[in-house]
């Protein structure tokens, strides 16, 4: 999983589409907001976006990766997932 930390007034819901310099035109202009989870508490919402079908395109599930991480995604591992 990658996982990007952003400052935002905008409070996207179900169906919006979400544009990001990590999205490769190649794969999509954009990912589609499949669930929104809002945490009052902690002041938080995180924004789950429609998985990208790898298969499909012609570059490597690597490359792609790197290709985030150069413009500011992180790779979360399974351990602090459930931090």
């Excluded at 999205?23 to 995180?46: I, P, W």
């Excluded at 790898?54 to 591992?77: A, F, Q």
């Amino acid at each position: 999983m990658v996982m990007k930390t952003i400052q935002s007034t905008v409070r996207p819901v179900k169906g919006d589409i979400i544009d990001d310099p990590g999205f490769d035109s190649r794969f999509h202009n954009g990912y589609e907001v499949v669930k929104v989870t809002l945490n009052y508490e902690s002041n938080e919402c995180y924004v789950s976006l429609h998985p990208i079908a790898i298969d499909l395109e012609e570059n490597t599930l690597n490359d792609y990766i790197d290709h985030l991480v150069t413009n500011g995604w992180r790779i979360i591992s399974k351990e602090e997932l459930l931090i």
